[in-house]
């Protein structure tokens, strides 16, 4: 590889979230993802790693960023950005992002991205960047091929092999275009946790649905919003027990911002709207409540829930605990819970408490958004990278025992021709 390149990991190489890998070539800088870690808390300040250009100090090179999808930890930190950096991130990303600024912190204006497509390649100073969409827990994700001075570098981002969309991962895998690579920067979410194989989201979705099938009330689904494919398992499952999924209007949003004919959309029977007292309060303080007039033929309002609460399904969350207690409709609730079970462990978590103060059951139906080991394993066997970078990862040895060359990374250290290629 020219020894033009360097590389430097400022966050991910013993940590999962936050990632931020830069790469230099001549006078270009590229940035894949500036993530916000994941163990500080909403209000806590993170502060953009020491690279020339993001920040007030420039050194001269062309500097851009590169998010591979839209999940907190992989872009978090560009509000800090000097507004003259540009920032490309996948077109349908972009749109969830704008959808989500009137609901939550994490959304950002689109209106300073550039925006890529699946294998539609574009260039950045020196380099050359192929996108690959991919499958994972964050809708429109991507993983790249990086090409600079002749050199082929492979960034994984997220990925996993048991969505909806596993076949575009192994669509991805199989593409030659990324095979043999100079170097492979692949996560390794997974390699920390002993969870056994990861279950289908199709056998997620059967496994809700039998489930949902005994519960003799109101169920509250406590997932992401931003997970799509989450929201469409709990949305089939509900319309096979002849319930409602009722949503709040931000999934809504993010459901019209993807405009997919393959999405539920709102109507009178399969997928309704319950605006929680929070959201209110919060696109009026905004002066973004029209955002909900559109909705209002949609609306399932808590008196018609308290009638027949066996006849729903309510996406739920802890800043929800309110509207369904003056809902009325708590006897013989239960609580399928579909995010990572740790966040139930947290101290700022309130919904275990609560639901063992109410005598509510909490069921745990939930697949990972990343690779298993085994599928980590089997990408890099796939890809045979002459060298290799594990990142997003507390557990990097793992990848080490079972390959060799594998570079030994610590943030913030350069690695100069990346290791000895």
């Known amino acids: 590889m020219s020894h033009g390149i360097r590389l430097r990991v400022h966050r991910g190489s013993h940590e999962i979230g936050g990632n931020c890998v830069e790469l230099v070539s001549g006078e270009s800088r590229l940035i894949l993802d500036l993530g916000r870690p994941l163990n500080v808390s909403l209000g806590e300040h993170v502060p953009l790693p020491p690279v020339p250009g993001l920040g007030e100090t420039a050194d001269g090179k062309e500097t851009a960023i590169i998010i591979s999808h839209p999940h907190a930890d992989h872009y978090g930190l560009l509000h800090e950005v000097n507004q003259n950096v540009p920032v490309f991130i996948g077109a349908e990303a972009a749109r969830l992002l704008d959808a989500a600024l009137p609901f939550t912190s994490f959304g950002i204006s689109s209106s ?28 429109d994700a991507y993983a790249l091929l990086i090409e600079a001075n002749g050199s082929r570098i492979v960034y ?71 997970n799509i494919d989450r929201l469409v398992s709990f949305y089939k ?32 029977t399969h997928l309704g709207i319950f605006l929680p007292a929070s959201i209110r309060r919060s696109l009026d303080k905004k002066g973004e409540l029209k955002i909900v007039d559109e909705l209002y033929p949609y609306r399932v309002y808590p008196e018609k829930i308290k009638e027949n609460p066996e006849k729903y399904v309510l996406l739920f969350r802890g800043s929800m605990i309110q509207d369904v207690e003056r809902m009325g409709a708590i006897g013989n609730a239960r609580l399928f819970y579909s995010q990572w079970p740790g966040y139930l462990n947290q101290p700022t978590d309130r919904l275990r408490g609560w639901c063992e103060s109410k005598g509510i059951e909490i069921e745990m139906h939930h697949t990972s958004g990343h690779a298993d080991p085994s599928d980590l394993m089997e990408a890099i066997s796939t890809i045979e990278p002459r060298q290799i970078l594990p990142i997003h990862t ?3 040895e793992k990848i080490r025992s079972a390959f060799s060359d594998v570079i030994h990374a610590e943030d913030g250290h350069w690695i100069d021709c990346l290791g000895s290629l």
């Open 112 to 139: 300073r991205f550039g925006t890529y497509r699946h294998r539609e390649s574009f260039r950045v100073g020196e380099f050359l960047i192929t996108p690959f969409l991919v499958d994972h827990s964050a809708f």
């Open 237 to 268: 499952a509900a319309r096979k027990c002849g319930r409602q999924l009722v949503i709040d209007p931000y999934a809504a949003a993010l459901l019209k911002a993807i405009n997919r004919l393959s999405l539920p959309k709102p109507d009178k």
């Open 394 to 396: 507390v557990a990097p």
């Open 156 to 226: 994984s981002g997220d990925f996993r092999m048991h969505g909806r969309k596993a076949n575009v991962t192994k669509h991805w895998l199989n593409s030659d275009a990324i095979k043999k690579p100079d170097l492979l920067i692949i996560e390794g979410t997974s390699l920390g946790r002993d969870e056994g194989r990861s279950v289908t989201e199709e056998a997620l979705e059967a496994t809700i649905a039998d489930r949902m099938g005994d519960a003799p009330g109101l169920v509250l689904a406590a997932f992401s919003p931003q």
